[in-house]
T-cell receptor, first 114, second 113 residues
């Protein structure tokens, strides 16, 4: 069966520090991968998605970036965090788009920038 | 373009009350429809889905029927429990738009004993 792992679960970082969040998927190959952000009390915002190694599409211009160095690994990064980067970050995967199966989400990372 | 509209919350109910969370959609094709649930501090979990008109998705006592004529996918439960307290997201995927996923803004439900 397929599983998705996301870490760390909680992170507190000072303004201006770098960020690296990691997401890996097991039990499938060539998944579509997604990074979402959920600000406090708000809905889901798609940040990045990837349909293959090295292929990244950005939905929202900002100081975050994403990379996919391996087929089942998706990394969210920032060189310098802003206070507004605080939120709940969710990784998700799907097989060839949402289709009839939707997305499977990781357990999320709670990022607080102080 | 495609979109999902959910009723705004928060919703507060007493235990054993009837729950309805409204969801309507706009789509260019024939979308698949989903309800996700997010318990406090956790990621989203698929609650139920329906892939064609008149299908009924059900899970854990929750139900939703895909109504093409009213473009709706309302979530219902006959008797809610405290453990149902969570945020509920309606979503759709549409083959006509490359299987992109569109989420509603989420509805927060609190069930009090």
């Amino acid at each position: 069966s397929q599983t998705i792992h996301q870490w760390p679960a909680t992170l507190v970082q000072p303004v201006g520090s770098p960020l690296s969040l990691e997401c890996t998927v097991e039990g499938t190959s060539n998944p579509n991968l997604y990074w979402y952000r959920q600000a406090a009390g708000r809905g889901l915002q798609l940040l990045f998605y990837s349909v293959g190694i090295g292929q990244i599409s950005s939905e929202v211009p900002q100081n975050l970036s994403a990379s996919r160095p391996q087929d089942r690994q998706f990394i969210l990064s920032s060189k310098k965090l802003l206070l507004s980067d605080s939120g709940f970050y969710l990784c998700a995967w799907s097989r060839g788009g949402a289709g009839q199966n939707g997305y499977t989400f990781g357990s999320g990372t709670r990022l607080t920038v102080v | 373009g495609d979109s999902v509209t959910q009723m705004e919350g928060p919703v507060t109910l007493s235990e054993e009350a009837f729950l309805t969370i409204n969801c309507t959609y706009t789509a260019t094709g024939y979308p698949s429809l989903f309800w996700y649930v997010q318990y406090p501090g956790e990621g989203l979990q698929l609650l139920l889905k329906a892939t064609k008109a008149d299908d009924k998705g059900s899970n854990k006592g929750f139900e939703a029927t895909y109504r093409k004529e009213t473009t709706s996918f309302h979530l219902e439960k006959g008797s809610v429990q405290v453990s149902d307290s969570a945020v509920y997201f309606c979503a759709l995927s549409d083959l006509n738009t490359g299987n992109q996923f569109y989420f509603g803004t989420g509805t927060s439900l609190t069930v009090i004993p």
